[in-house]
């Protein structure tokens, strides 16, 4: 009796009657930031996936007509769009080969990191107990980790590729979607049409995944999306700092920390690649953030 | 209180037990022989074995553990491989540019996110309003080392207020823009945050009673709602201190700051394991700790809170 009570007045039945009027996809449409985001996530997929159709050249191929008298940069000219780097390569090209590096990674870490961390936080939520105390321990332990230098070092000593920075990056994300599904968890499992799967005698590893994981979906969802942002970050800073995808393959953070002393005579070598991550990261933000709203389900900053 | 605050101590001290034995953990399983790497590669196998020996690597991992903590405990993190010096004495040469990039970094951001959190509160849905947020949320979205190069390039080079990078005599003018790098995002983010929470709290009765008894509207917000409104900002500086420690560690490499980033930057050159873990250590440490300050200085803020 008492949680009818506290359900009536708490206002959610009639906050959910009201919202229930549109549907999760009406209210996303109807935000306007959100389908700003989703035009940047689409440019962005469609420029990693047709960039050997759409590069005006090959992002690895050095031209002899791609540095000046002086053996400097080319600007931005009819030739080449965004001007050439500091070998002659044509800039433009390099950056959307670079797409290609920057979702994968952004994509395979978070997709990783979500995995690990719903794992850890319906267990630890679940069983609560010693074991839910240790993984719970653990994930705090481990967010003490400053998620870069953590990072940084890792992929230093595991000798840096694609899969390998991948999977760094997803190794220090878990923790917040971890933290995150955790909390949820102590709360799904109080309901009680889990103590009635429980009492009906479907097997722990049917409740948790046919009764548990389907009430996260929607959280997951979010995390899938808002962390390709911060997954995204993390690989330009790492690339940056020369730990993240090594040369030739172009990256964007590779490529700013290749011409870095030539900020000053070749700005736009700097201003591109990083325009290149600033869109791609406000635009995984914005429609993740649309998202969260139109599902309404809480999720980190 | 008191319990309250022994009690933080000691979850800080668990924190700080967990994290060295994570590092002591990676120290481990990293695929590096340090013995092999302090002998050099033309060593022999014997002079191997008598300095892995010397180091201790064929005693059972429990005690090499016992070992670990048993030496930190005396600020000794190990020898450098490549420099043959103290990682604790690499430590305290580097540590205090990073301490202050951290500390001015702070004062950006709340020197930058307090102003411009109470104008988009008071003029709430108006085009400062809007600006700022649109302003903060490129913030978040943007690494903090491109913010540095920007800044570098239009205020070191275009219009040349300050040096282009390097340390000089180590004097504050070298922290402008580092400072003001590592702070960007967190003063749009938190501009964000005390916005909402000052819109809140200006809706309490409280402040009906003030706005009643005909206290101006600068003192209602900047003496009555404020010191409240502020409750979540300080918490999150405390929570957001790992990530703030990150870009700390980038933005140094970008204005050539010797720093504890530069320290781990050199090290992972020839992958100088004692000092890149001592780097992660040490900053893991750190973060601990501004946890920690963080929960202290809360309750000062706010005696209504309750310590269990």
């Not at chain 1, 869109?279 to 900053?301: H, I, M, P, Y």
């Not at chain 2, 040469?93 to 008071?122: R, Y």
């Not at chain 2, 000092?275 to 200085?297: C, E, K, P, R």
């Amino acid at each position: 009796m008492t949680d009818i009570l506290e359900t009536a007045t708490d206002g959610t039945l009639e906050e959910s009657r009201s919202r229930g009027r549109r549907s999760w996809w009406q209210r996303l449409r109807a935000d306007r930031t959100g389908m700003i985001g989703l035009v940047l996530v689409v440019v962005v997929v469609l420029a990693a996936v047709l960039a050997p159709l759409i590069a005006p050249y090959d992002p690895n191929q050095q031209f002899s007509n791609g540095l000046s008298e002086f053996g400097m940069p080319r600007a931005p000219d009819g030739t080449y769009l965004l001007g050439t780097d500091l070998l002659g390569r044509d800039l433009l090209s390099r950056i959307l080969f670079g797409a290609r590096v920057s979702l994968v990674i952004g994509l395979v870490a978070n997709g990783v990191a979500v995995a690990i961390g719903a794992a850890v936080g319906v267990v630890a939520g679940y069983f609560r107990g010693w074991l839910g105390t240790v993984l719970m321990r653990f994930t705090d332990v481990m967010t003490a980790f400053p998620a870069l230098v953590l990072a940084i070092a890792l992929a230093a000593i595991l000798r840096p590729s694609l899969w390998i920075v991948a999977l760094v990056i997803a190794m220090v994300n878990w923790v917040y979607v971890a933290r995150a599904i955790y909390a949820q968890v102590l709360a799904v499992r109080e309901q009680q049409y889990i103590e009635a799967t429980t009492a009906l005698g479907v097997p722990t590893l049917g409740v948790l995944v046919r009764h548990i994981l389907p009430q996260l979906s929607l959280s997951l969802l979010v995390f899938a999306t808002l962390g390709i942002s911060t997954s995204v970050l993390l690989e330009a800073s790492l690339s940056y700092l020369g730990v993240g995808v090594q040369p030739p393959t172009p990256s964007w953070g590779g490529i700013i920390n290749a011409s870095q002393s030539y900020l000053t005579t070749a700005p736009w070598l700097v201003l591109f690649p990083g325009l290149a991550i600033i869109l791609t990261s406000v635009g995984f933000n914005l429609f993740g953030e649309a998202l969260r709203d139109a599902l309404d389900v809480g999720g980190r900053r | 209180m008191t319990a309250y605050v022994l009690r933080r101590l000691l979850q800080g001290l668990g924190a700080i037990l967990g994290v060295i034995t994570v590092t002591f953990i990676l120290t481990y399983i990293v695929p590096v022989n340090p013995a092999q790497m302090i002998a050099g590669p033309s060593a022999t196998p014997e002079v191997v074995q008598r300095i892995g020996h010397q180091l201790g690597l064929d005693q059972p991992l429990p005690v090499r553990y016992v070992h670990y903590l048993w030496s930190l405990v005396h600020f000794d993190l190990g020898r450098s491989y490549a420099q043959r010096t103290l990682v604790s004495q690499l430590v305290a040469t580097h540590l205090p540019v990073t301490l202050k990039l951290m500390l001015t970094g702070i004062a950006c951001e709340l020197l930058l996110g307090i102003p411009i959190g109470i104008l988009s509160s008071v003029a709430q849905g108006g085009w400062w309003d809007r600006g700022f947020t649109l302003v903060a949320f490129v913030g978040v979205s943007t690494p903090q080392f491109v913010v540095g190069l920007i800044l570098l390039y239009l205020f070191g080079y275009l219009v040349p207020w300050f040096p282009l990078g390097g340390y000089g005599n180590g004097s504050l003018v070298h922290y402008v823009l580092p400072a003001l790098s590592v702070g960007f995002a967190g003063a749009g983010w938190y501009a964000r945050v005390l916005r909402s929470s000052l819109i809140d709290v200006l809706r309490q009765d409280y402040l009906r009673t003030a706005r009643a008894k005909g206290v101006r509207p600068r003192a209602q917000v900047l003496r009555h709602a404020l010191r409240n409104a502020m409750l979540p900002v300080i918490a999150l500086v405390g929570l957001d201190l790992g990530v703030f420690m990150g870009g700390v560690i980038v933005v140094e490499q970008v204005f050539a700051l010797p720093g504890l980033g530069q320290m781990m930057w050199q090290a992972i050159q020839v992958l100088d394991i004692p000092v890149i873990m001592g780097g992660v250590l040490m900053t893991a440490i750190f973060v601990v700790l501004g946890n920690l300050i963080a929960d202290m200085v809360y309750p000062l803020l706010d005696p209504r809170i309750q310590y269990h």
